[in-house]
T-cell receptor
Framework: DAGVTQSPTHLIKTRGQHVTLRCSPISGHKSVSWYQQVLGQGPQFIFQYYEKEERGRGNFPDRFSARQFPNYSSELNVNALLLGDSALYLC????????????FGEGSRLTVL | AQSVTQPDIHITVSEGASLELRCNYSYGATPYLFWYVQSPGQGLQLLLKYFSGDTLVQGIKGFEAEFKRSQSSFNLRKPSVHWSDAAEYFCAVGLHTGGFKTIFGAGTRLFVKA
């Protein structure tokens, strides 16, 4: 079975632009979570979606939004990019919303210039 | 507020030596506890987890961890380190918040010398 897949793997944007990152969970997994990992730090929780509804939100500004589609794939959108948004964005899937056992993709590396 | 502390930013051990990575958490109740490993260029992989029951848990790749409620700790151990264990290790706390939220520590970078 395929693992969690994310696209694109790398991208470069300039300040003020918008970015969309995509994630396909493991087949059968209904929960998708997004994390931001700045260089030298641990992942920071951004969102959790389960059955297409937002189930949790971390301490991120409203410039960050996400959604989950009927096939359980997900998009993370970031508007008005700032230099500080440069990071590795990780998507993780799990079978349900409460097991805590996360399966991570390899991430999307975003550089904001 | 909930938090996870990994006191060691990096650790260097010789191949074949034993390893212990420290983790302390701050949370009102017994949380779900995890250790993940991140190799260069790869996503995070779950090594082991503790939900309840036996406080000594076994994971993949020969790793184990012990939950100590009195010390709010969940230290990771391995009796004999291999060069392929060189990676970044993250301790994490899982919380039910309507959904499920995982809080990660800052990580400990493990270097293995021959």
């Amino acid at each position: 079975d395929a693992g969690v897949t994310q696209s694109p793997t790398h991208l470069i944007k300039t300040r003020g632009q918008h970015v969309t990152l995509r994630c396909s969970p493991i087949s059968g997994h209904k929960s998708v979570s997004w994390y931001q990992q700045v260089l030298g730090q641990g992942p920071q929780f951004i969102f959790q979606y389960y059955e297409k509804e937002e189930r949790g939100r971390g301490n991120f500004p409203d410039r960050f939004s996400a959604r989950q589609f009927p096939n359980y794939s997900s998009e993370l959108n970031v508007n008005a990019l700032l230099l500080g948004d440069s990071a590795l964005y990780l998507c993780a899937s799990s079978f349900n919303r409460g097991t805590g056992e996360l399966f991570f993709g390899e991430g999307s590396r975003l550089t904001v210039l | 507020a909930q938090s996870v502390t990994q006191p060691d930013i990096h650790i260097t051990v010789s191949e074949g030596a034993s390893l212990e990575l420290r983790c302390n958490y701050s949370y009102g109740a017994t949380p779900y506890l995890f250790w993940y490993v991140q190799s260069p260029g790869q996503g995070l992989q779950l090594l082991l987890k503790y939900f309840s029951g036996d406080t000594l848990v076994q994971g993949i790749k020969g790793f184990e961890a012990e939950f100590k409620r009195s010390q709010s700790s969940f230290n990771l151990r391995k009796p004999s380190v291999h060069w392929s264990d060189a990676a970044e290790y993250f301790c994490a706390v899982g919380l039910h918040t309507g959904g499920f939220k995982t809080i990660f520590g800052a990580g400990t970078r493990l270097f293995v010398k021959a």
